[in-house]
């Protein structure tokens, strides 16, 4: 009984220390606030005004590849939602990478959740469907301690009721993508995943996450590696894009 009632007392206890000692400020306006990105910032973030082709980067319905770019190895689409040229939201992606800050995706895939069901319903039609991260090298991973993809995606995953499959791994260190121009995103990245041993994605419909998308040439990598192994449909789905 005592425990039952000390609880939340304890509770309280612990998140006024750690606000007093250690204060949460967004990332974004950088004000004291309870959360990594405050109310008045989820308001005004950039949105994208379009979708594009993955592929050519144009103008694209629903974020569809064009048919012209389609082949069989080619992702089938790609969705993002906030424009990563807007400072806030490129602020709140690399103030959460780089400051080790996880909670700052949770945030942000809580934002795009209920945008994916009510915007983008076609993305969630397939059966059976399941959302896949973007693996980091094992060394990236062991420095930051986290994958924020994997992050994005077990949050997506209690939201949109769809299970997690990570099926693909790093099989070489590449350079940051953001230093890199075109050309050598495309040879950095070429060769850099394979499937997990023991994975089966033959018949799959897969959604590939990740927090922003460039070019497109990690994202386009890694659904080829999906695709050949037998994947039926493989979508791209980020937070931002560049």
């Known amino acids: 009984m005592y425990q039952t009632l000390l609880k939340p007392l304890f509770a309280d206890v612990k998140t006024f220390v750690l606000d007093t000692l250690f204060p949460i400020h967004c990332l974004a306006c950088e004000k004291e606030n309870r959360e990594f990105i405050c109310v008045d910032c989820k308001m005004w973030l950039k949105k994208l005004e379009f979708q594009r082709c993955v592929v050519c980067q144009k103008q694209a319905a629903f974020g569809k590849t064009h048919p012209g770019c389609m082949t069989p190895r080619c992702a089938d689409g790609l969705i ?19 400051n080790f800050l996880p909670s700052a995706f949770r945030s942000l895939a809580e934002l795009i959740a209920p945008k994916i069901s009510a915007d983008h319903p076609h993305l969630l039609s ?81 959604i590939l996450v990740d927090d922003v998308a460039t070019t497109g040439a990690t994202l386009l990598e890694a659904a080829g590696v999906l695709k050949r192994n037998g994947a039926k449909s493989v979508w791209c789905l980020t937070v931002a894009r560049d």
């Open 80 to 98: 993002g939602f906030y424009d990563y040229h807007d400072k806030k939201v490129a602020q709140i992606i690399i103030k959460g990478k780089y």
């Open 126 to 206: 397939a059966t059976p469907l399941a959302l896949s991260p973007i693996p980091l090298h094992t060394s990236r991973h062991r420095w930051r301690g986290f994958n924020q993809a994997e992050i994005l995606c077990r949050t997506l995953s209690a939201q949109l009721n769809l299970p997690i499959a990570e099926v693909l791994q790093r099989q070489k260190a590449t350079q940051i993508q953001k230093d890199l121009k075109k050309d050598q995103r495309l040879k950095n990245v070429r060769g850099a995943f394979k499937l997990k041993p023991g994975a089966n994605v033959d018949g799959q419909n897969l």
